[in-house]
């Protein structure tokens, strides 16, 4: 089964300044997807970013951007410019490539809390 | 277009009690999923339909949670009788089809349980 891991509970930037947040995962699939999702205080799951594991070339969505290593199974996110509508808890998700109606849910770490400082 | 709705936003029941969650889907969505969100944790997959199947319900506690989705379309999920366990958010999402590629999960705003 896969395994998603952020061993990161809490991070702090301040405002405008760069922060990375890192995953890693577990899997025995070479062809999966993996995601960053932001929850705010309201409980609302929202899609940052998202990655294809066949392409090589790291996401970017804005402020947001990926280091994606497969080999190492790693797939940090980079936010630039960090604004305090940033702050949240951030997870990083990872569900495999679809194959011919199987289930596809997502596999979620535990998360990390963004903390932004004026 | 209109987001995935939930209802109730909170609930608080006391142990032993049922309680049950509804999910209606963005419109003209195939897939349907229910999530547990324990204080601390990431969503954690209970149950996947697609249209009125289920497609995997493999951490659903069967002995106390069900679901259905009658018509294909909205959700309900049952918890009877409910554990201080169960006190989670309840978060339910909707794609338009089972794994395909280009399509995200959209989620609702979530159901906040607290069993007492």
């Known amino acids: 089964a896969q395994t998603v891991t952020q061993s990161q509970p809490e991070m702090s930037v301040q405002e405008a300044e760069t922060v990375t947040l890192s995953c890693t995962y577990d899997t025995s699939e070479s062809d999966y997807y993996l995601f960053w999702y932001k929850q705010p205080p309201s409980r609302q799951m929202i899609l940052v970013i998202r990655q294809e594991a066949y392409k090589q070339q790291n996401a970017t969505e804005n402020r947001f951007s990926v280091n994606f290593q497969k080999a190492a199974k790693s797939f940090s996110l980079k936010i630039s410019d960090s604004q305090l509508g940033d702050a949240a808890m951030y997870f990083c998700a990872y569900r495999y490539r679809y194959s011919g109606g199987g289930a596809d849910g997502l596999t979620f770490g535990k998360g990390t809390h963004l903390i932004i400082q004026p | 277009e209109a987001g995935v709705a939930q209802s109730p936003r909170y609930k608080i029941i006391e142990k032993r009690q049922s309680v049950a969650f509804w999910c209606n889907p963005i419109?003209?969505?195939?897939?349907l999923y229910w999530y547990q969100q324990i204080l601390g944790q990431g969503p954690k997959l209970l149950i996947q339909f697609q249209n009125n199947g289920v497609v995997d319900d493999s951490q659903l506690p069967k002995d106390r949670f069900s679901a259905e989705r009658l018509k294909g379309v909205d959700s309900t999920l049952k918890i009877q009788p409910a554990k201080l366990e169960d006190s989670a958010v309840y978060l339910c999402?909707?794609?338009?089809?089972?794994?395909?590629?280009?399509?995200?999960?959209?989620f609702g705003p979530g159901t906040r349980l607290t069993v007492t």
């Open positions: 419109s003209g969505h195939a897939t």
């Open positions: 999402a909707s794609s338009p089809t089972a794994g395909t590629v280009s399509y995200e999960q959209y």
